[in-house]
Each structure stands twice: as structure tokens, then as C-alpha cells.
């Protein structure tokens, strides 16, 4: 690819190996509230979608009930994923490249007191120019919201063609398509048929692979 300006990583599931641990912590939350979530309904109908929707269409709540477990959700998160450590060697490398080429955003459903410790311990802070996270928008993923937040922000002449977005779950790739951004799909959250409207698909992410498309 030629004439990419800026690159956007999705955080949970992509930056972040993390769904197992998102579904864990979903699934224990809700079974104390008497709705246990079956991994394929999670995988099957959820992963991606924000916050808000989650909770609140699988416990049947809103309101301040859905703000609490909201909360506290997010700090079950951060004790279990707060080290950094679902950050692998492969995306802290392949972080690094990117910012070295150009400004390297991540834009998520996630709430930033989640994705910036993470991204602390994993010494990215000085690769990532912004964070766009579920705090900044009022539509989460698969509205594009985010994608052209974060467009704006990082340079107001900056085309959304101009953007390359890594993205896992088929909520993800509808954001960024419906933004007019270059999508490229981490396959293991979802399966390839539903990331299907994505750029491209791939394996894994590396320098190799953000080298070539930012070539």
C-alpha cells in the first residue's frame, strides 16, 4: 500500500490479547447477577460491541444499575490485565515501527482507565499520539464514530483512506469501513466469513507485516 499517514489499532483483541480474559470476567460478573453467558454467546453475539450494550442487553439494566456494574466490570479487568502482559513482543515491536513512520492511534469500545495501563505497563505510551476511547464518543463500534474522532484529532487534513485500522471482531470492521478506512482483520476473536467486509485478513501482527503496508 502507498499513501497511509496514519495507523489505528482496535485495543481488546487486537493490541491486546485479551478476549479470553474479557469473557472470563464477563461470565463471572454476570452468573453472580443469576444470567450466566455461555462462551458462544458471548463470541457469538457481543465481543465487539460496547460496554453499555453488553451489560445491558444481556442483564436487562440501565441507568445507574448499569453505570455500578460498568465499574465494575472495568476494575476486574484491570486486576486481571493491568501488568501488560496480553500485550505480546510481536505487537510492542510492531507498535514501535508504526510510530516511527507515522502517528499511531487506538480506538476503542474500551474505557481509557482500562487501556491506558495497559498500554503503561506494555511501554507503548511513547508509540501511541491518542487514545480514543469509549469516554470520548457517544456511539460505540459499529458506529464510526470513533474512527473519524480520532481522524479528526490527529490531523485535520488527514483522509479516512489515509488510515490503515487493525481491527478483530465484525463490530470493529463495520466501524472502520463505515468510517472510509483501509481495515485489516485479526482472525481469532471471529471467524473469517464474518470479518468478511474486511481489506484483508490476517494471522497475526508484526514489523513484517506493518512494514509492507505502509510501504
Not at 514501535?96 to 507503548?124: D, Q
Not at 501511541?128 to 473519524?148: F, H, N
Amino acid at each position: 500500500m502507498s499513501g497511509i499517514r496514519a495507523v489505528a489499532f482496535d485495543f481488546n483483541g487486537t493490541l491486546s490479547n485479551d478476549e479470553p480474559i474479557l469473557y472470563a470476567v464477563y461470565r463471572d460478573l454476570f452468573s453472580e447477577y443469576g444470567r450466566p453467558l455461555p462462551e458462544s454467546d458471548y463470541y457469538g453475539a457481543l465481543a465487539g460491541l460496547a460496554e453499555e450494550v453488553i451489560i445491558g442487553t444481556w442483564l436487562d439494566v440501565q441507568g445507574d444499575a448499569l453505570a455500578a456494574l460498568v465499574e465494575e466490570r472495568i476494575a476486574r479487568y484491570v486486576a486481571r490485565a493491568g501488568c501488560g502482559e496480553t500485550v505480546s513482543a510481536a505487537l510492542r515491536e510492531a507498535v514501535a515501527y508504526a510510530a516511527k513512520h507515522v502517528p499511531v492511534a487506538v480506538v476503542s469500545g474500551a474505557f481509557r482507565r482500562e487501556i491506558e495501563p495497559v498500554l503503561t505497563a506494555a511501554g507503548l505510551d511513547d508509540y501511541v499520539t491518542i487514545v480514543v476511547a469509549a469516554d470520548d464518543v457517544e456511539r460505540g463500534k459499529p458506529d464510526p464514530e470513533g474512527y473519524l474522532y480520532a481522524i479528526s484529532a490527529l490531523d485535520g487534513d488527514l483522509r479516512p483512506d489515509e488510515v490503515l485500522a487493525f481491527e478483530d471482531t465484525q463490530a470493529g470492521v463495520a466501524s472502520a469501513k463505515a468510517a472510509g478506512v483501509y481495515c485489516v482483520a485479526l482472525l481469532g476473536t471471529h471467524s473469517a466469513e464474518r470479518l468478511r467486509d474486511a481489506d484483508e485478513l490476517v494471522e497475526g501482527i508484526d514489523v513484517a507485516l506493518v512494514e509492507r503496508l505502509l510501504a
